[in-house]
């Protein structure tokens, strides 16, 4: 059993019609995983909806929260991109012992978001066969979490 | 460096609008690859493109050479999924040293499947993160070439 | 109000996912409707679901009836485009005092058919500003019943 | 010949994945129009590319400047919906002897607009058939430019 937490990015951005903008409703994280056929029992568990250029240090702690209290050891989060990294350093300081990979998308799903879903079958494929730590799952590799940064130029994460 | 070997299958049909059938042109694969933000070097190799219905022994034959004769240790294949078990096992039988991982999808990637996209990025994943062994990648989780079938009735594939 | 009958053809195809062809299963036409953001009145009817190619005199004569008997005087009809011209001939000689437009795709819908969409648009748009009389609506213009044929090299419609 | 008029609005923005807004970048009128196969003659000029809140009097001045100078008679113009009815009245005080139909989405095309492919079928359509004047058409249906408002509570154009 997997635990997917949603914390919101690009991910499960929508477009808003009436106002002509980018917004959060719900997560689309169920209809990604029926679509494609994952068969994995799979716990999805929303924790908050936001830009994570907005979380504050205590968005962070609540994230590591339940990673820390999740009755399961392997733990998907899909998280915005722009600080990916930040979050997976608070992570990795308050859980030790699971495996948590970080991922992501540059381009929402609802946009159809071809990275999205690659992004998704790979951080659910990580979480089941790496050990214990904590990881970021972007552009169909895996970093350690101490060992990567997102080039803003090109919006490709690259190691340190 | 991973290989990817194209044998076909569901994954790149595409709609002969002509004729309305479906057929093979060209493999989408560098496109997905594209598409997904797929960083990973990867080098693409079109071995066939058929329905794997129409797999004889002697395409198997030379699926597991491609294999056995590839610089790269992690190679990953497309392959239709009704004899994706056959394939396995054949190629089992003949490359012992490589982590080789075998995928497909229920819809063509043209027809705007998900369960392509999110199997690629499965694919590409547990290449990277399996000791050496002949693997399936499908529904979100890996199979053993020897421990696995498709469920024809449900079209999802399963352990025996 | 407009009447839009369904007769199947590309439009309505679908993927059958375990078996790996494409069938009918229900029409998307409330769907494109919904999605085109369509406020026109129409009443939806499903004549049947066929591929064009496999139409009788019998099947045409059932279309012409719907086209008599409609309470609306306006009337879309979604078809195959193989044998459109054949059933535009036969409404056209039972049906004297209604507008008629006969339209279709060349990529099914649920493979993200865009002409699908332009040609429902084109459609609906055609019956309501042409007077009685019997139309093809394909490719951006409206040709009339006696005066086009299909191209089966280019799949093009084409005045005669 | 139809003359297509491209002034940006929702139809063209784009996602900008480096930064997770949204832009402006190329029109995609020529790939919509491909990708409806549509066959008709039209010559596509991109006036500009804006989002129609910030359009000032001298835009809609210019644009009506390109629809008197047109050699051809039936024009359509792609437009943001928010001040599509104050351009028209602009254009309808100026083109007294052309067809014009203004039309836009609600939701890019680039996002998989389906109101986008639908509108541009209706107002491809509605420009050869309708006399001369300035129309909207949105919403499967046709509008004389005095005669309608955009509704902001719905997003659904209706009569006045």
């Avoid at 997997?2 to 689309?28: N, P």
């Avoid at 350093?89 to 946009?111: E, N, R």
């Amino acid at each position: 059993m997997i635990r997917v937490l949603i914390t919101g990015g690009t991910f499960d951005k929508e477009y808003d019609e009436l106002h002509g903008r980018l917004y959060f409703k719900d997560t689309h994280l169920p209809e990604m995983l029926r679509l494609g056929r994952c068969r994995v029992p799979v716990e999805v568990e929303t924790v908050m909806l936001m830009d994570s250029l907005n979380m504050t240090d205590a968005d962070r702690q609540r994230i590591a929260a339940c990673c820390r209290n999740s009755p399961q050891s392997r733990i998907v989060i899909t998280h915005g991109t722009d600080t990916m990294v930040e979050t997976a350093a608070v992570i990795a300081a308050a859980v030790p012992d699971k495996t948590v990979v970080l991922t992501g998308a540059m381009v929402p799903y609802a946009f159809g978001s071809s990275d999205g879903l690659f992004n998704l079958g790979s951080a659910i494929s990580f979480v089941q066969s790496l050990p214990h730590g904590v990881y970021l799952a972007m552009n169909g590799t895996h970093f350690e979490w101490h060992n990567v940064r997102k080039n803003r130029e090109t919006g490709v994460f690259e190691e340190i």
